[in-house]
C-alpha cells in the first residue's frame, strides 16, 4: 500500500486502487526456485508496490517494456533522467518528483485529488491507528496534564485572588491609612505578589487580618489570617489527592487506548514474534521458517538478524560517499568542473567496496534474532502459548519442541520494524552495561559542569544586582546644591547646573570623608522633622532608617510599610519642595531637603569604628551588609544608583538566560551521547533521551537555584568547596525574599518555556518554507532536492523530557506559587495542538513508536505530587499555625512559639523602658539611645544561629496546616512499597511457577482478535506500517543504502584475469556487490508465485532477477539470505 494508505475514514471519493491500472508484461525470464513461495513474501511484496506505483504513473505511456533499461544493481527500470545522465546530460532535480517523494514520507492520506494531508481534527484513536500508539498516548498525555492543571487553577484562585488582591488592616496601619503588606512589592503587580510572598508574616496580628473589596460587584470579603492558611492547605491538599486519584484513571486510559489502537489496527506485529537463543550458526532463513511452521503453521517470512553491524557501518560510510559524489558529477556534467573531486570520490568509494567484500568473505555473521512472520492469526497465538516465555521455563523446556532437538530458545511478541536497529544487534549486553555507566558519568560531569558555570554567573548576577556604588555628582547635587557645592571644582559651582553630567567634582574630593562632616548633623535634625508623635524615625550616619512606637505596639509589617512611607515622603522632597509632605513642619521640611541624599550618602560611605575577627576599624560598613540590607538599600536609594554599564546589562541578561541556554546545549549533548550506548530497541534509546533531558532540565531549572540559595550550611558543615557553594546562600525558608527574588522569576522563566517550544516549531516550519524555495536552485541532484522538501523528524522523546520537567517543576513550586498552574495547563494544551499541526504539517512520517515513552510518563507524575507533598508542607508551614492538637483554639505552648519567632520579648522589654522612662521624665537624647539600644538587640538577634533543622521538620510536621502534607506523604511512600513489594514477588512466582500465567484469570498472552490472513490482509490494503523486518524496507535505513548513479572504478586485475589481492575473488570489471559470501538462498524471484496467489500479474523482472537485495550479502535483516 501507499504510504498515506487510502482509509476509508478520510478518504473523499476513494476509489478502488486496481480499477485504472495497466496490465503489466511478463517477466522475460526467471530462475527456477526450490524455495517455499512464502519464504520471502515480504520482500517481494515491497516489489509489488513499486511495480504498483510504475504502473500506475505509466499508463498513458506507449514506450515497450522490452525496451526498458534495468539497473544492474538495484533491479529496477531506468528513467529518462538516468538514461539522459548515463549519456553525459545534466538533468536539473525535478521538483514535481521532489513533491512525489514528500507525500510518500509525510503523513498523508487518499482524497479525492490524490494524497492530501490528514485533516487537523484528526481524533487521539485514529492518530494511534495511523502513527502508532505511542503518538496516540503522547497526545492523550497533554489532554489529560491540561485538564488537571486547569483543576488545580481552579482550586487555588481564591488563595492567588487573596494572596495579590487583600489588603491587611491592623490597627496601626490604618490609623495611618496604610495600603497593607501587598504594597511593600515596588510595582503594583508583579508575579512574586500572586505568590506566598504577599502573605503578611507571623507577626501581624489577628482580627480582620484580610479584607477583600470588589466594588464592580458588591463583593467584601474579610477573615482572619489562620482561617486564611487553614483554607489554602485544605484547597492544596484537595488538588493533591484529585491528582494522585486522577492519575490512576490516566494509566487506565492509556491501556485502553493501547488497546483500542491494537483492535482497530493491523499491523505486522499481530503475525509476527521475535526469537531468542537460537544458535549462532543457524543462518539458514528456511531452516528457521521451517521449524517454527511445521510446529505452529504456515510462516510467510523469517527474517534472520545478525550481528553484522560493522559491516551496516561501511554501508553507511559508503552511502554518504555516493551522494557527495552523485553532487560532484552532476555538477561536472552542467559545469565541466570537479574532475579531481569525482576521482578523488571514487577512489574512496572503492576503498570501502574492497573492506566490504573483504567482511562478507570473512566474517561468519551470527544471528542474534530472528522474525517469524506467520500467514494467520491462529498460529501466531498458539506459538505465544506454547512457547518458553522466560529463561526459567527455557531451561525446562523438552528435546524434542528445541530447535534442532537441543537448543532451547524465548518467544516474545515482535516489536514494530521500525523499532528494531539492526545495527546495534552485535552489541554484547556486558558491553552495553558498561555503555551505560560511561553516559551516566558523562551525564554527571555534564551536570556538574552546567553546576558549575551556572554558578559562577548566579554569583556574578548577585553581584551585579547587588551594587551599591552611588553617583556622586547626584549626591553632590543634592547635598551642596546647584553646581555640587564644596564638594565641587570652582567653575561647576560658578555655572550652578542642576544637571548632574554638568557637575564636575574637585580632583581631591573624597566621598568617605567628605559627606559626612555635612550629613551627620544633617540627620539627626531629619529625624526630629520625620518623627511624629508617639512614633520615632531613627536615621543616623550610616545606619538604616527605622521607626520605633513610644506608645501603640507596631508590628514588623507595620513598620516596615512606615519605612517605606518616610523614604517615599523625603524622596519626593528631595526631588521638588511640591513634593514635600503638607503634614510636616514647612520649614521644617524645606530645610531638610537633603535628608535622602545624607541618608543614602551614610549608608554608602559608613566607616566601622572597631574592630572584630571579621572586619577592621577603617573598613566599609557596605562590604560587610546582608543581603537583605543590601536589597534594602538599593530599594531605597534608587535614585542615586550608578547607572550600570552596557557591558554590565549584558551580563546581567546572559545570566537570565543561562539556564535556558545550558538546558538547550544539554538537550543536544544528551541525544548524541545516547546513541553511545547502542540500545538494539529504538523506543529504547528514545525513552533514555527522554529520561536525561528530564533529568537534566530539571535540574538545572529546579534543583539548582534551590541548591545555590538555600541557606542549610549545617547540612554539608565540613564537606571542602561543596560547603561554600550548595546550601550556603542567603533564604533559610520560603519567605517573601525568596518569593520576589527567586519564585517571582521563575515564574516569568515557566511562562517562557510555555512558548518556547511552539516558537521552535513555527522556526522549523518557516526553515522548511524558505529550504524549499531556495533547493530548487541550489540543489544538484534529485535527491538533495528531495531531502529539502521532507521535513523534520517528530522528536517525540525530547518534548516528551520537557513536559515531564515542566510537570515536576509546576508540582515542585505550585503549593506556593499557584499561578504555576495555569502556565503548566497552557503549555500542555498549547503544545499539543502545536506539535499535533507540526506532526501532521511539517514532519516526515514518524516509525510507528510503541508504549516505553508513555509508561515512563506514568512512572513520573506521580512522583511528581510526592514532591509536591514535601515542598507544599514547607511553603505553607512558613507560616505558623496551632499544632494538630490544638485546632481547638491557640494554646499557650503555640503563644509561645509564636512570640519567640516574632520577637515579641524584645518589643516588650523596649515598650516597658520606653513607659518607665517618659513617666519618670526623659530628654530626647534618652529616647534616642533607648532606641538605639533595641535596634542593637534586634541585629544581636538577626545574627543568631539558624534553629536546628530536625527541631524545624517537627514542628513543621505537626503544624495544622503542615500535618496533612505530612500523613499524605507517608501514606504514598507506603503505598508504593506495598505495591512494589507485590509485583516483585509476583514475578519471581510467576518465574518459578509459569503455569500460574495459563491460569484463564491470569492470562496475560494474546487473544484472538478475528484479523484476516496476512496475505489477505496485504493485498486489501489493510496492513498498516511497514509489512517487512527486512532492514532494506525500513525508511530510517535507506540512506545506508543510496548507491549513487557513478559506476565502480576498475579493479587493477592479475595474471588469469583475476584481481592482485587473492582476498578480495572477484574479476575485473566485475560489479562487487554481486560478489556474495555464505548466503544460505538464492535470490530468486518468485514474484510469479505470489502474484498468483493473489490473483495479480506478475511484476516485470530483469534477465538478472533483479536482485531486490541490492548489495546483498551476509547482513541481516533483508540484505542478504539470512
Known sequence: MGRGGNR?????????????????????????????????????????????????????????????????????????????????????????????????EHPRIQGARGLEPYPLKIGIGDMGVEFGPGIALYFNFLQWMSALFFILFVLNIPTIMIAHAAKYYGPYSASRNSTGFQQMWDAEYDMASTTFGSIAPDDVQEGDWLKYTNEDVGLVLSLTKTDFLYGAAMADILGCILFLVMCVFFARRQRQIVRAVDEDSIEITDYSVMIKGLPEDATDKEEVRCFFELKFGKVVDAVLAKNDGVLLHYYKKRSALAMRHDVARSKFIKTGKGEKTIDKLEDKIAVVDDKIIKLKMKKNFKTKLAFVTFSDEESWVECLRASPRGWLARWMMRSETRFRGKFAYTVEEAPAPTDVMFENLDVPERSRYWRRKVISLVTVVLLLASF??????????????????????????????????????????????????????????????????????????????????????????????????????????????????????????????????????????????????????????????????????????????????????????????????????????????????????????????SAYERPASLIEQQRKVSEKVFSTQFFNTAILSLAINAALPELLNGIPIVSRFILNGTHRDFDYLWYKKIGGPLLYTMCINSVGPIAGNLIAEVMGYVTRATGKYTKWTQRELNEAFTGPEFDIATRYGEVLMCIMVTMMYGSGMPLLYAFASFFCLAIGASDKRFLLRVCRRPPRYGTALAMLAIAVVPWAAFVHLLFGMWMHTHFLTPLITETAGVGAEYSDAALAATGGDAGNATESAFSNLLASGATLQDLLDIANNASAAARDAAATEYPPILGEISRRTMQTNGFPFFLLAILFVAIFAVVNVVSHFWKVLTTFLPCINALPCFREDADYEGVPTFEDAFMMDKLIGAHTYEMREMPMYKKFFFEGKGGFKERNAGPGGDQSDPDTPFKKGEDPYNVDADDDTDDDDVMADIAAMMGKPPEPVAMNGGAPGGLGGGLGGGLGGG
Open 8 to 104: 476509508s475514514r478520510y478518504a473523499a471519493g476513494a476509489a478502488d486502487s486496481d480499477s485504472d491500472m495497466d496490465e503489466p508484461v511478463t517477466p522475460k525470464a526467471k530462475k527456477p526456485t526450490s524455495k517455499s513461495p512464502f519464504a520471502s513474501f515480504s520482500a517481494i511484496a515491497s516489489r509489488t508496490l513499486r511495480w504498483r506505483t510504475r504502473a500506475a504513473k505509466d499508463i498513458d505511456s506507449d514506450t515497450d517494456s522490452d525496451d526498458d533499461v534495468i539497473d544492474k544493481r538495484t533491479g529496477e527500470v531506468k528513467s529518462k533522467e538516468d538514461l539522459a545522465r548515463d549519456r553525459g546530460e545534466y538533468i536539473p532535480p525535478s521538483v514535481e518528483e521532489a513533491m512525489e517523494y514528500r507525500d510518500e
Open 452 to 673: 558549575g558555570a551556572l554558578t559562577v554567573l548566579s554569583g556574578l548576577k548577585t553581584m551585579l544586582t547587588s551594587d551599591t556604588a552611588m553617583d556622586d555628582a547626584k549626591l553632590a547635587l543634592h547635598i551642596g546644591g546647584p553646581g555640587g557645592g564644596a564638594f565641587a571644582t570652582a567653575e561647576s559651582v560658578q555655572l550652578a547646573s542642576e544637571d548632574p553630567s554638568l557637575i564636575t567634582l574637585a580632583p581631591d574630593f573624597n566621598a568617605t570623608n567628605d559627606y559626612h562632616p555635612i550629613c551627620a548633623p544633617e540627620l539627626s535634625m531629619c529625624e526630629v522633622t520625620y518623627s511624629e508623635p508617639g512614633l520615632l524615625a531613627i536615621m543616623p550616619w550610616g545606619t538604616a532608617l527605622s521607626v520605633l512606637p513610644l506608645a501603640n505596639t507596631m508590628s514588623q509589617t507595620e513598620k516596615d510599610v512606615k519605612v517605606k512611607t518616610i523614604v517615599k515622603e523625603m524622596t519626593d522632597c528631595g526631588e521638588s519642595l511640591e513634593g514635600c509632605s503638607p503634614n510636616r513642619v514647612d520649614e521644617g521640611v524645606r530645610e531638610r531637603r537633603k535628608c535622602h541624599a545624607c541618608y543614602c550618602a551614610g549608608r554608602q560611605y559608613a566607616l566601622k569604628t572597631t574592630t572584630t575577627d571579621r572586619w577592621s576599624a577603617g573598613d566599609l560598613a557596605i562590604e560587610y551588609a546582608s543581603d537583605l540590607e543590601i536589597a534594602t538599600l538599593r530599594e531605597q536609594c534608587d535614585d542615586f544608583l550608578a547607572a550600570p554599564s552596557a557591558m554590565v546589562s549584558l551580563l546581567v541578561t546572559v545570566t537570565v538566560i543561562a539556564v535556558a541556554v545550558v538546558n538547550s546545549l544539554l538537550k543536544t549533548v544528551v541525544k548524541a551521547i
